[in-house]
């Protein structure tokens, strides 16, 4: 079964400090991936999705992340965090063809100002 | 547009009853799902409609039923609630082009079953 593997469960942070998430999947066909954030008391919200093209992705509010297929990797990056971005990150695959989403357990991040 | 919209927003049942969730969606989207969010679980994916008449099996469909009667709504069912089913209850949905595109979610339905 395919599988989404998010490693850090919470992360702690100062603010101006550099984020990665680690994102890996399991599946080794061609996949659409996907980060989504989750606000306190919030529904999801997409971040950043990677279809084709370039590996690295450019999302809202100054997220990105990087595709490495041979890594079976998608992690989200940020240069800088702010207070704002404390919120549950979620990795999420899609097979190509397939109809639904497979999520990663997600990650909590607490930005400390 | 509203979005994703979701009723209720808060529920407690006790065990053995049952109720339904509702999802609206005004943006004309094919596809439509139902998650539960369990600490440390992450979304799980309940049922799902790819169009109007048709629903689909997710990862955790036991104890749910789901109806699409009309393309803009998506029903959860829970026939007898148990407290198994105590979650946060999610709705999506997403348009088709060459296949379901991203997802865009609902506010959620937090359910607690005694």
Same mark, same amino acid.
């Given at each position: 079964a395919q599988s989404v593997s998010q490693h850090n469960h919470h992360v702690i942070l100062s603010e101006a400090a550099s984020l990665e998430l680690g994102c890996n999947y399991s599946y080794g066909g061609t996949v659409n991936l996907f980060w989504y954030v989750q606000y306190p008391g919030q529904h999801l919200q997409l971040l950043l999705k990677y279809?084709?093209?370039?590996?690295?992705v450019k999302g809202i509010k100054g997220f990105e992340a990087e595709f490495i297929k041979s890594k079976f990797s998608f992690n989200l990056r940020k240069p800088s965090v702010q207070w704002s971005d404390t919120a549950e990150y979620f990795c999420a695959v899609k097979k190509t063809g397939a109809n639904n989403l497979f999520f990663g357990t997600g990650t909590r991040l607490t930005v400390i100002p | 547009n509203a979005g994703v919209t979701q009723t209720p927003k808060f529920r407690v049942l006790k065990t053995g009853q049952s109720m339904t969730l509702l999802c609206a969606q005004d943006?004309?989207?094919e596809y439509m799902y139902w998650y539960r969010q369990d600490p440390g679980m992450g979304l799980r994916l309940i049922h799902y409609s790819v169009g109007e008449g048709t629903t689909a099996k997710g990862e955790v469909p036991d104890g749910y039923n789901v109806s699409r009667? /009309? /393309?803009q709504n998506f029903l959860l069912g829970l026939e007898s609630a148990a407290p198994s089913q105590t979650s946060v209850y999610f709705c999506a949905s997403s348009y088709y082009r060459t296949g379901p595109t991203e997802q865009y979610f609902g506010p959620g339905t937090r359910l607690t079953v005694t």
């Open positions: 279809f084709s093209g370039d590996p690295l | 943006m004309n989207h009667l /009309k /393309k």
